[in-house]
């Protein structure tokens, strides 16, 4: 019975991941979204709504941002901060293509 689980959970695996052509872009996307909000939060030493003495400055909500990759195009929204000190190295100020994405990811 326990076999029958397994090959049924792999046969759904498998029809998300040929059926949805969406679904590499949800996960790429989902992952750099992540990202993006980690380096805000190393950039400023401190979480949202987290006070404390190291904190250096204060989020100033996003910024819509597409970037266009081999998985489709990228909805992100790139947080910044009040000060406008805050730049993601994942990609160029004005950059709407993945070549420099691709060379971020691989040295992290």
Same mark, same amino acid.
């Given at each position: 019975?326990?076999y029958?689980?397994?090959?049924?959970?792999?046969?759904?695996?498998?029809?998300?991941?040929?059926?949805?052509?969406?679904?590499l872009?949800?996960?790429v996307?989902?992952v750099? /979204?992540?990202?993006? =909000?980690?380096?805000? $939060?190393?950039h400023?030493?401190?979480e949202s709504y987290e006070r404390?003495? %190291?904190?250096r400055?204060?989020?100033?909500?996003?910024?819509?941002?597409?970037?266009?990759?081999?998985?489709?195009?990228?909805?992100? /929204?790139?947080?910044? =901060?009040?000060?406008g $000190?805050?730049?993601?190295?994942?990609?160029?100020?004005y950059?709407?293509? %993945?070549?420099?994405?691709v060379?971020?990811l691989?040295?992290?």
């Open positions: 019975m326990a029958k689980q397994r090959t049924g959970m792999a046969t759904a695996t498998q029809s998300i991941l040929t059926d949805d052509p969406d679904f872009r949800l996960i996307e989902r750099i /979204q992540e990202v993006l =909000d980690a380096e805000m $939060t190393a400023l030493h401190a404390s003495p %190291e904190r400055g204060y989020r100033n909500g996003f910024k819509p941002r597409s970037l266009n990759t081999r998985v489709g195009t990228l909805s992100l /929204q790139v947080p910044q =901060d009040r000060d $000190t805050f730049s993601t190295q994942l990609f160029a100020r950059q709407r293509n %993945e070549k420099a994405l060379l971020a691989m040295e992290m």
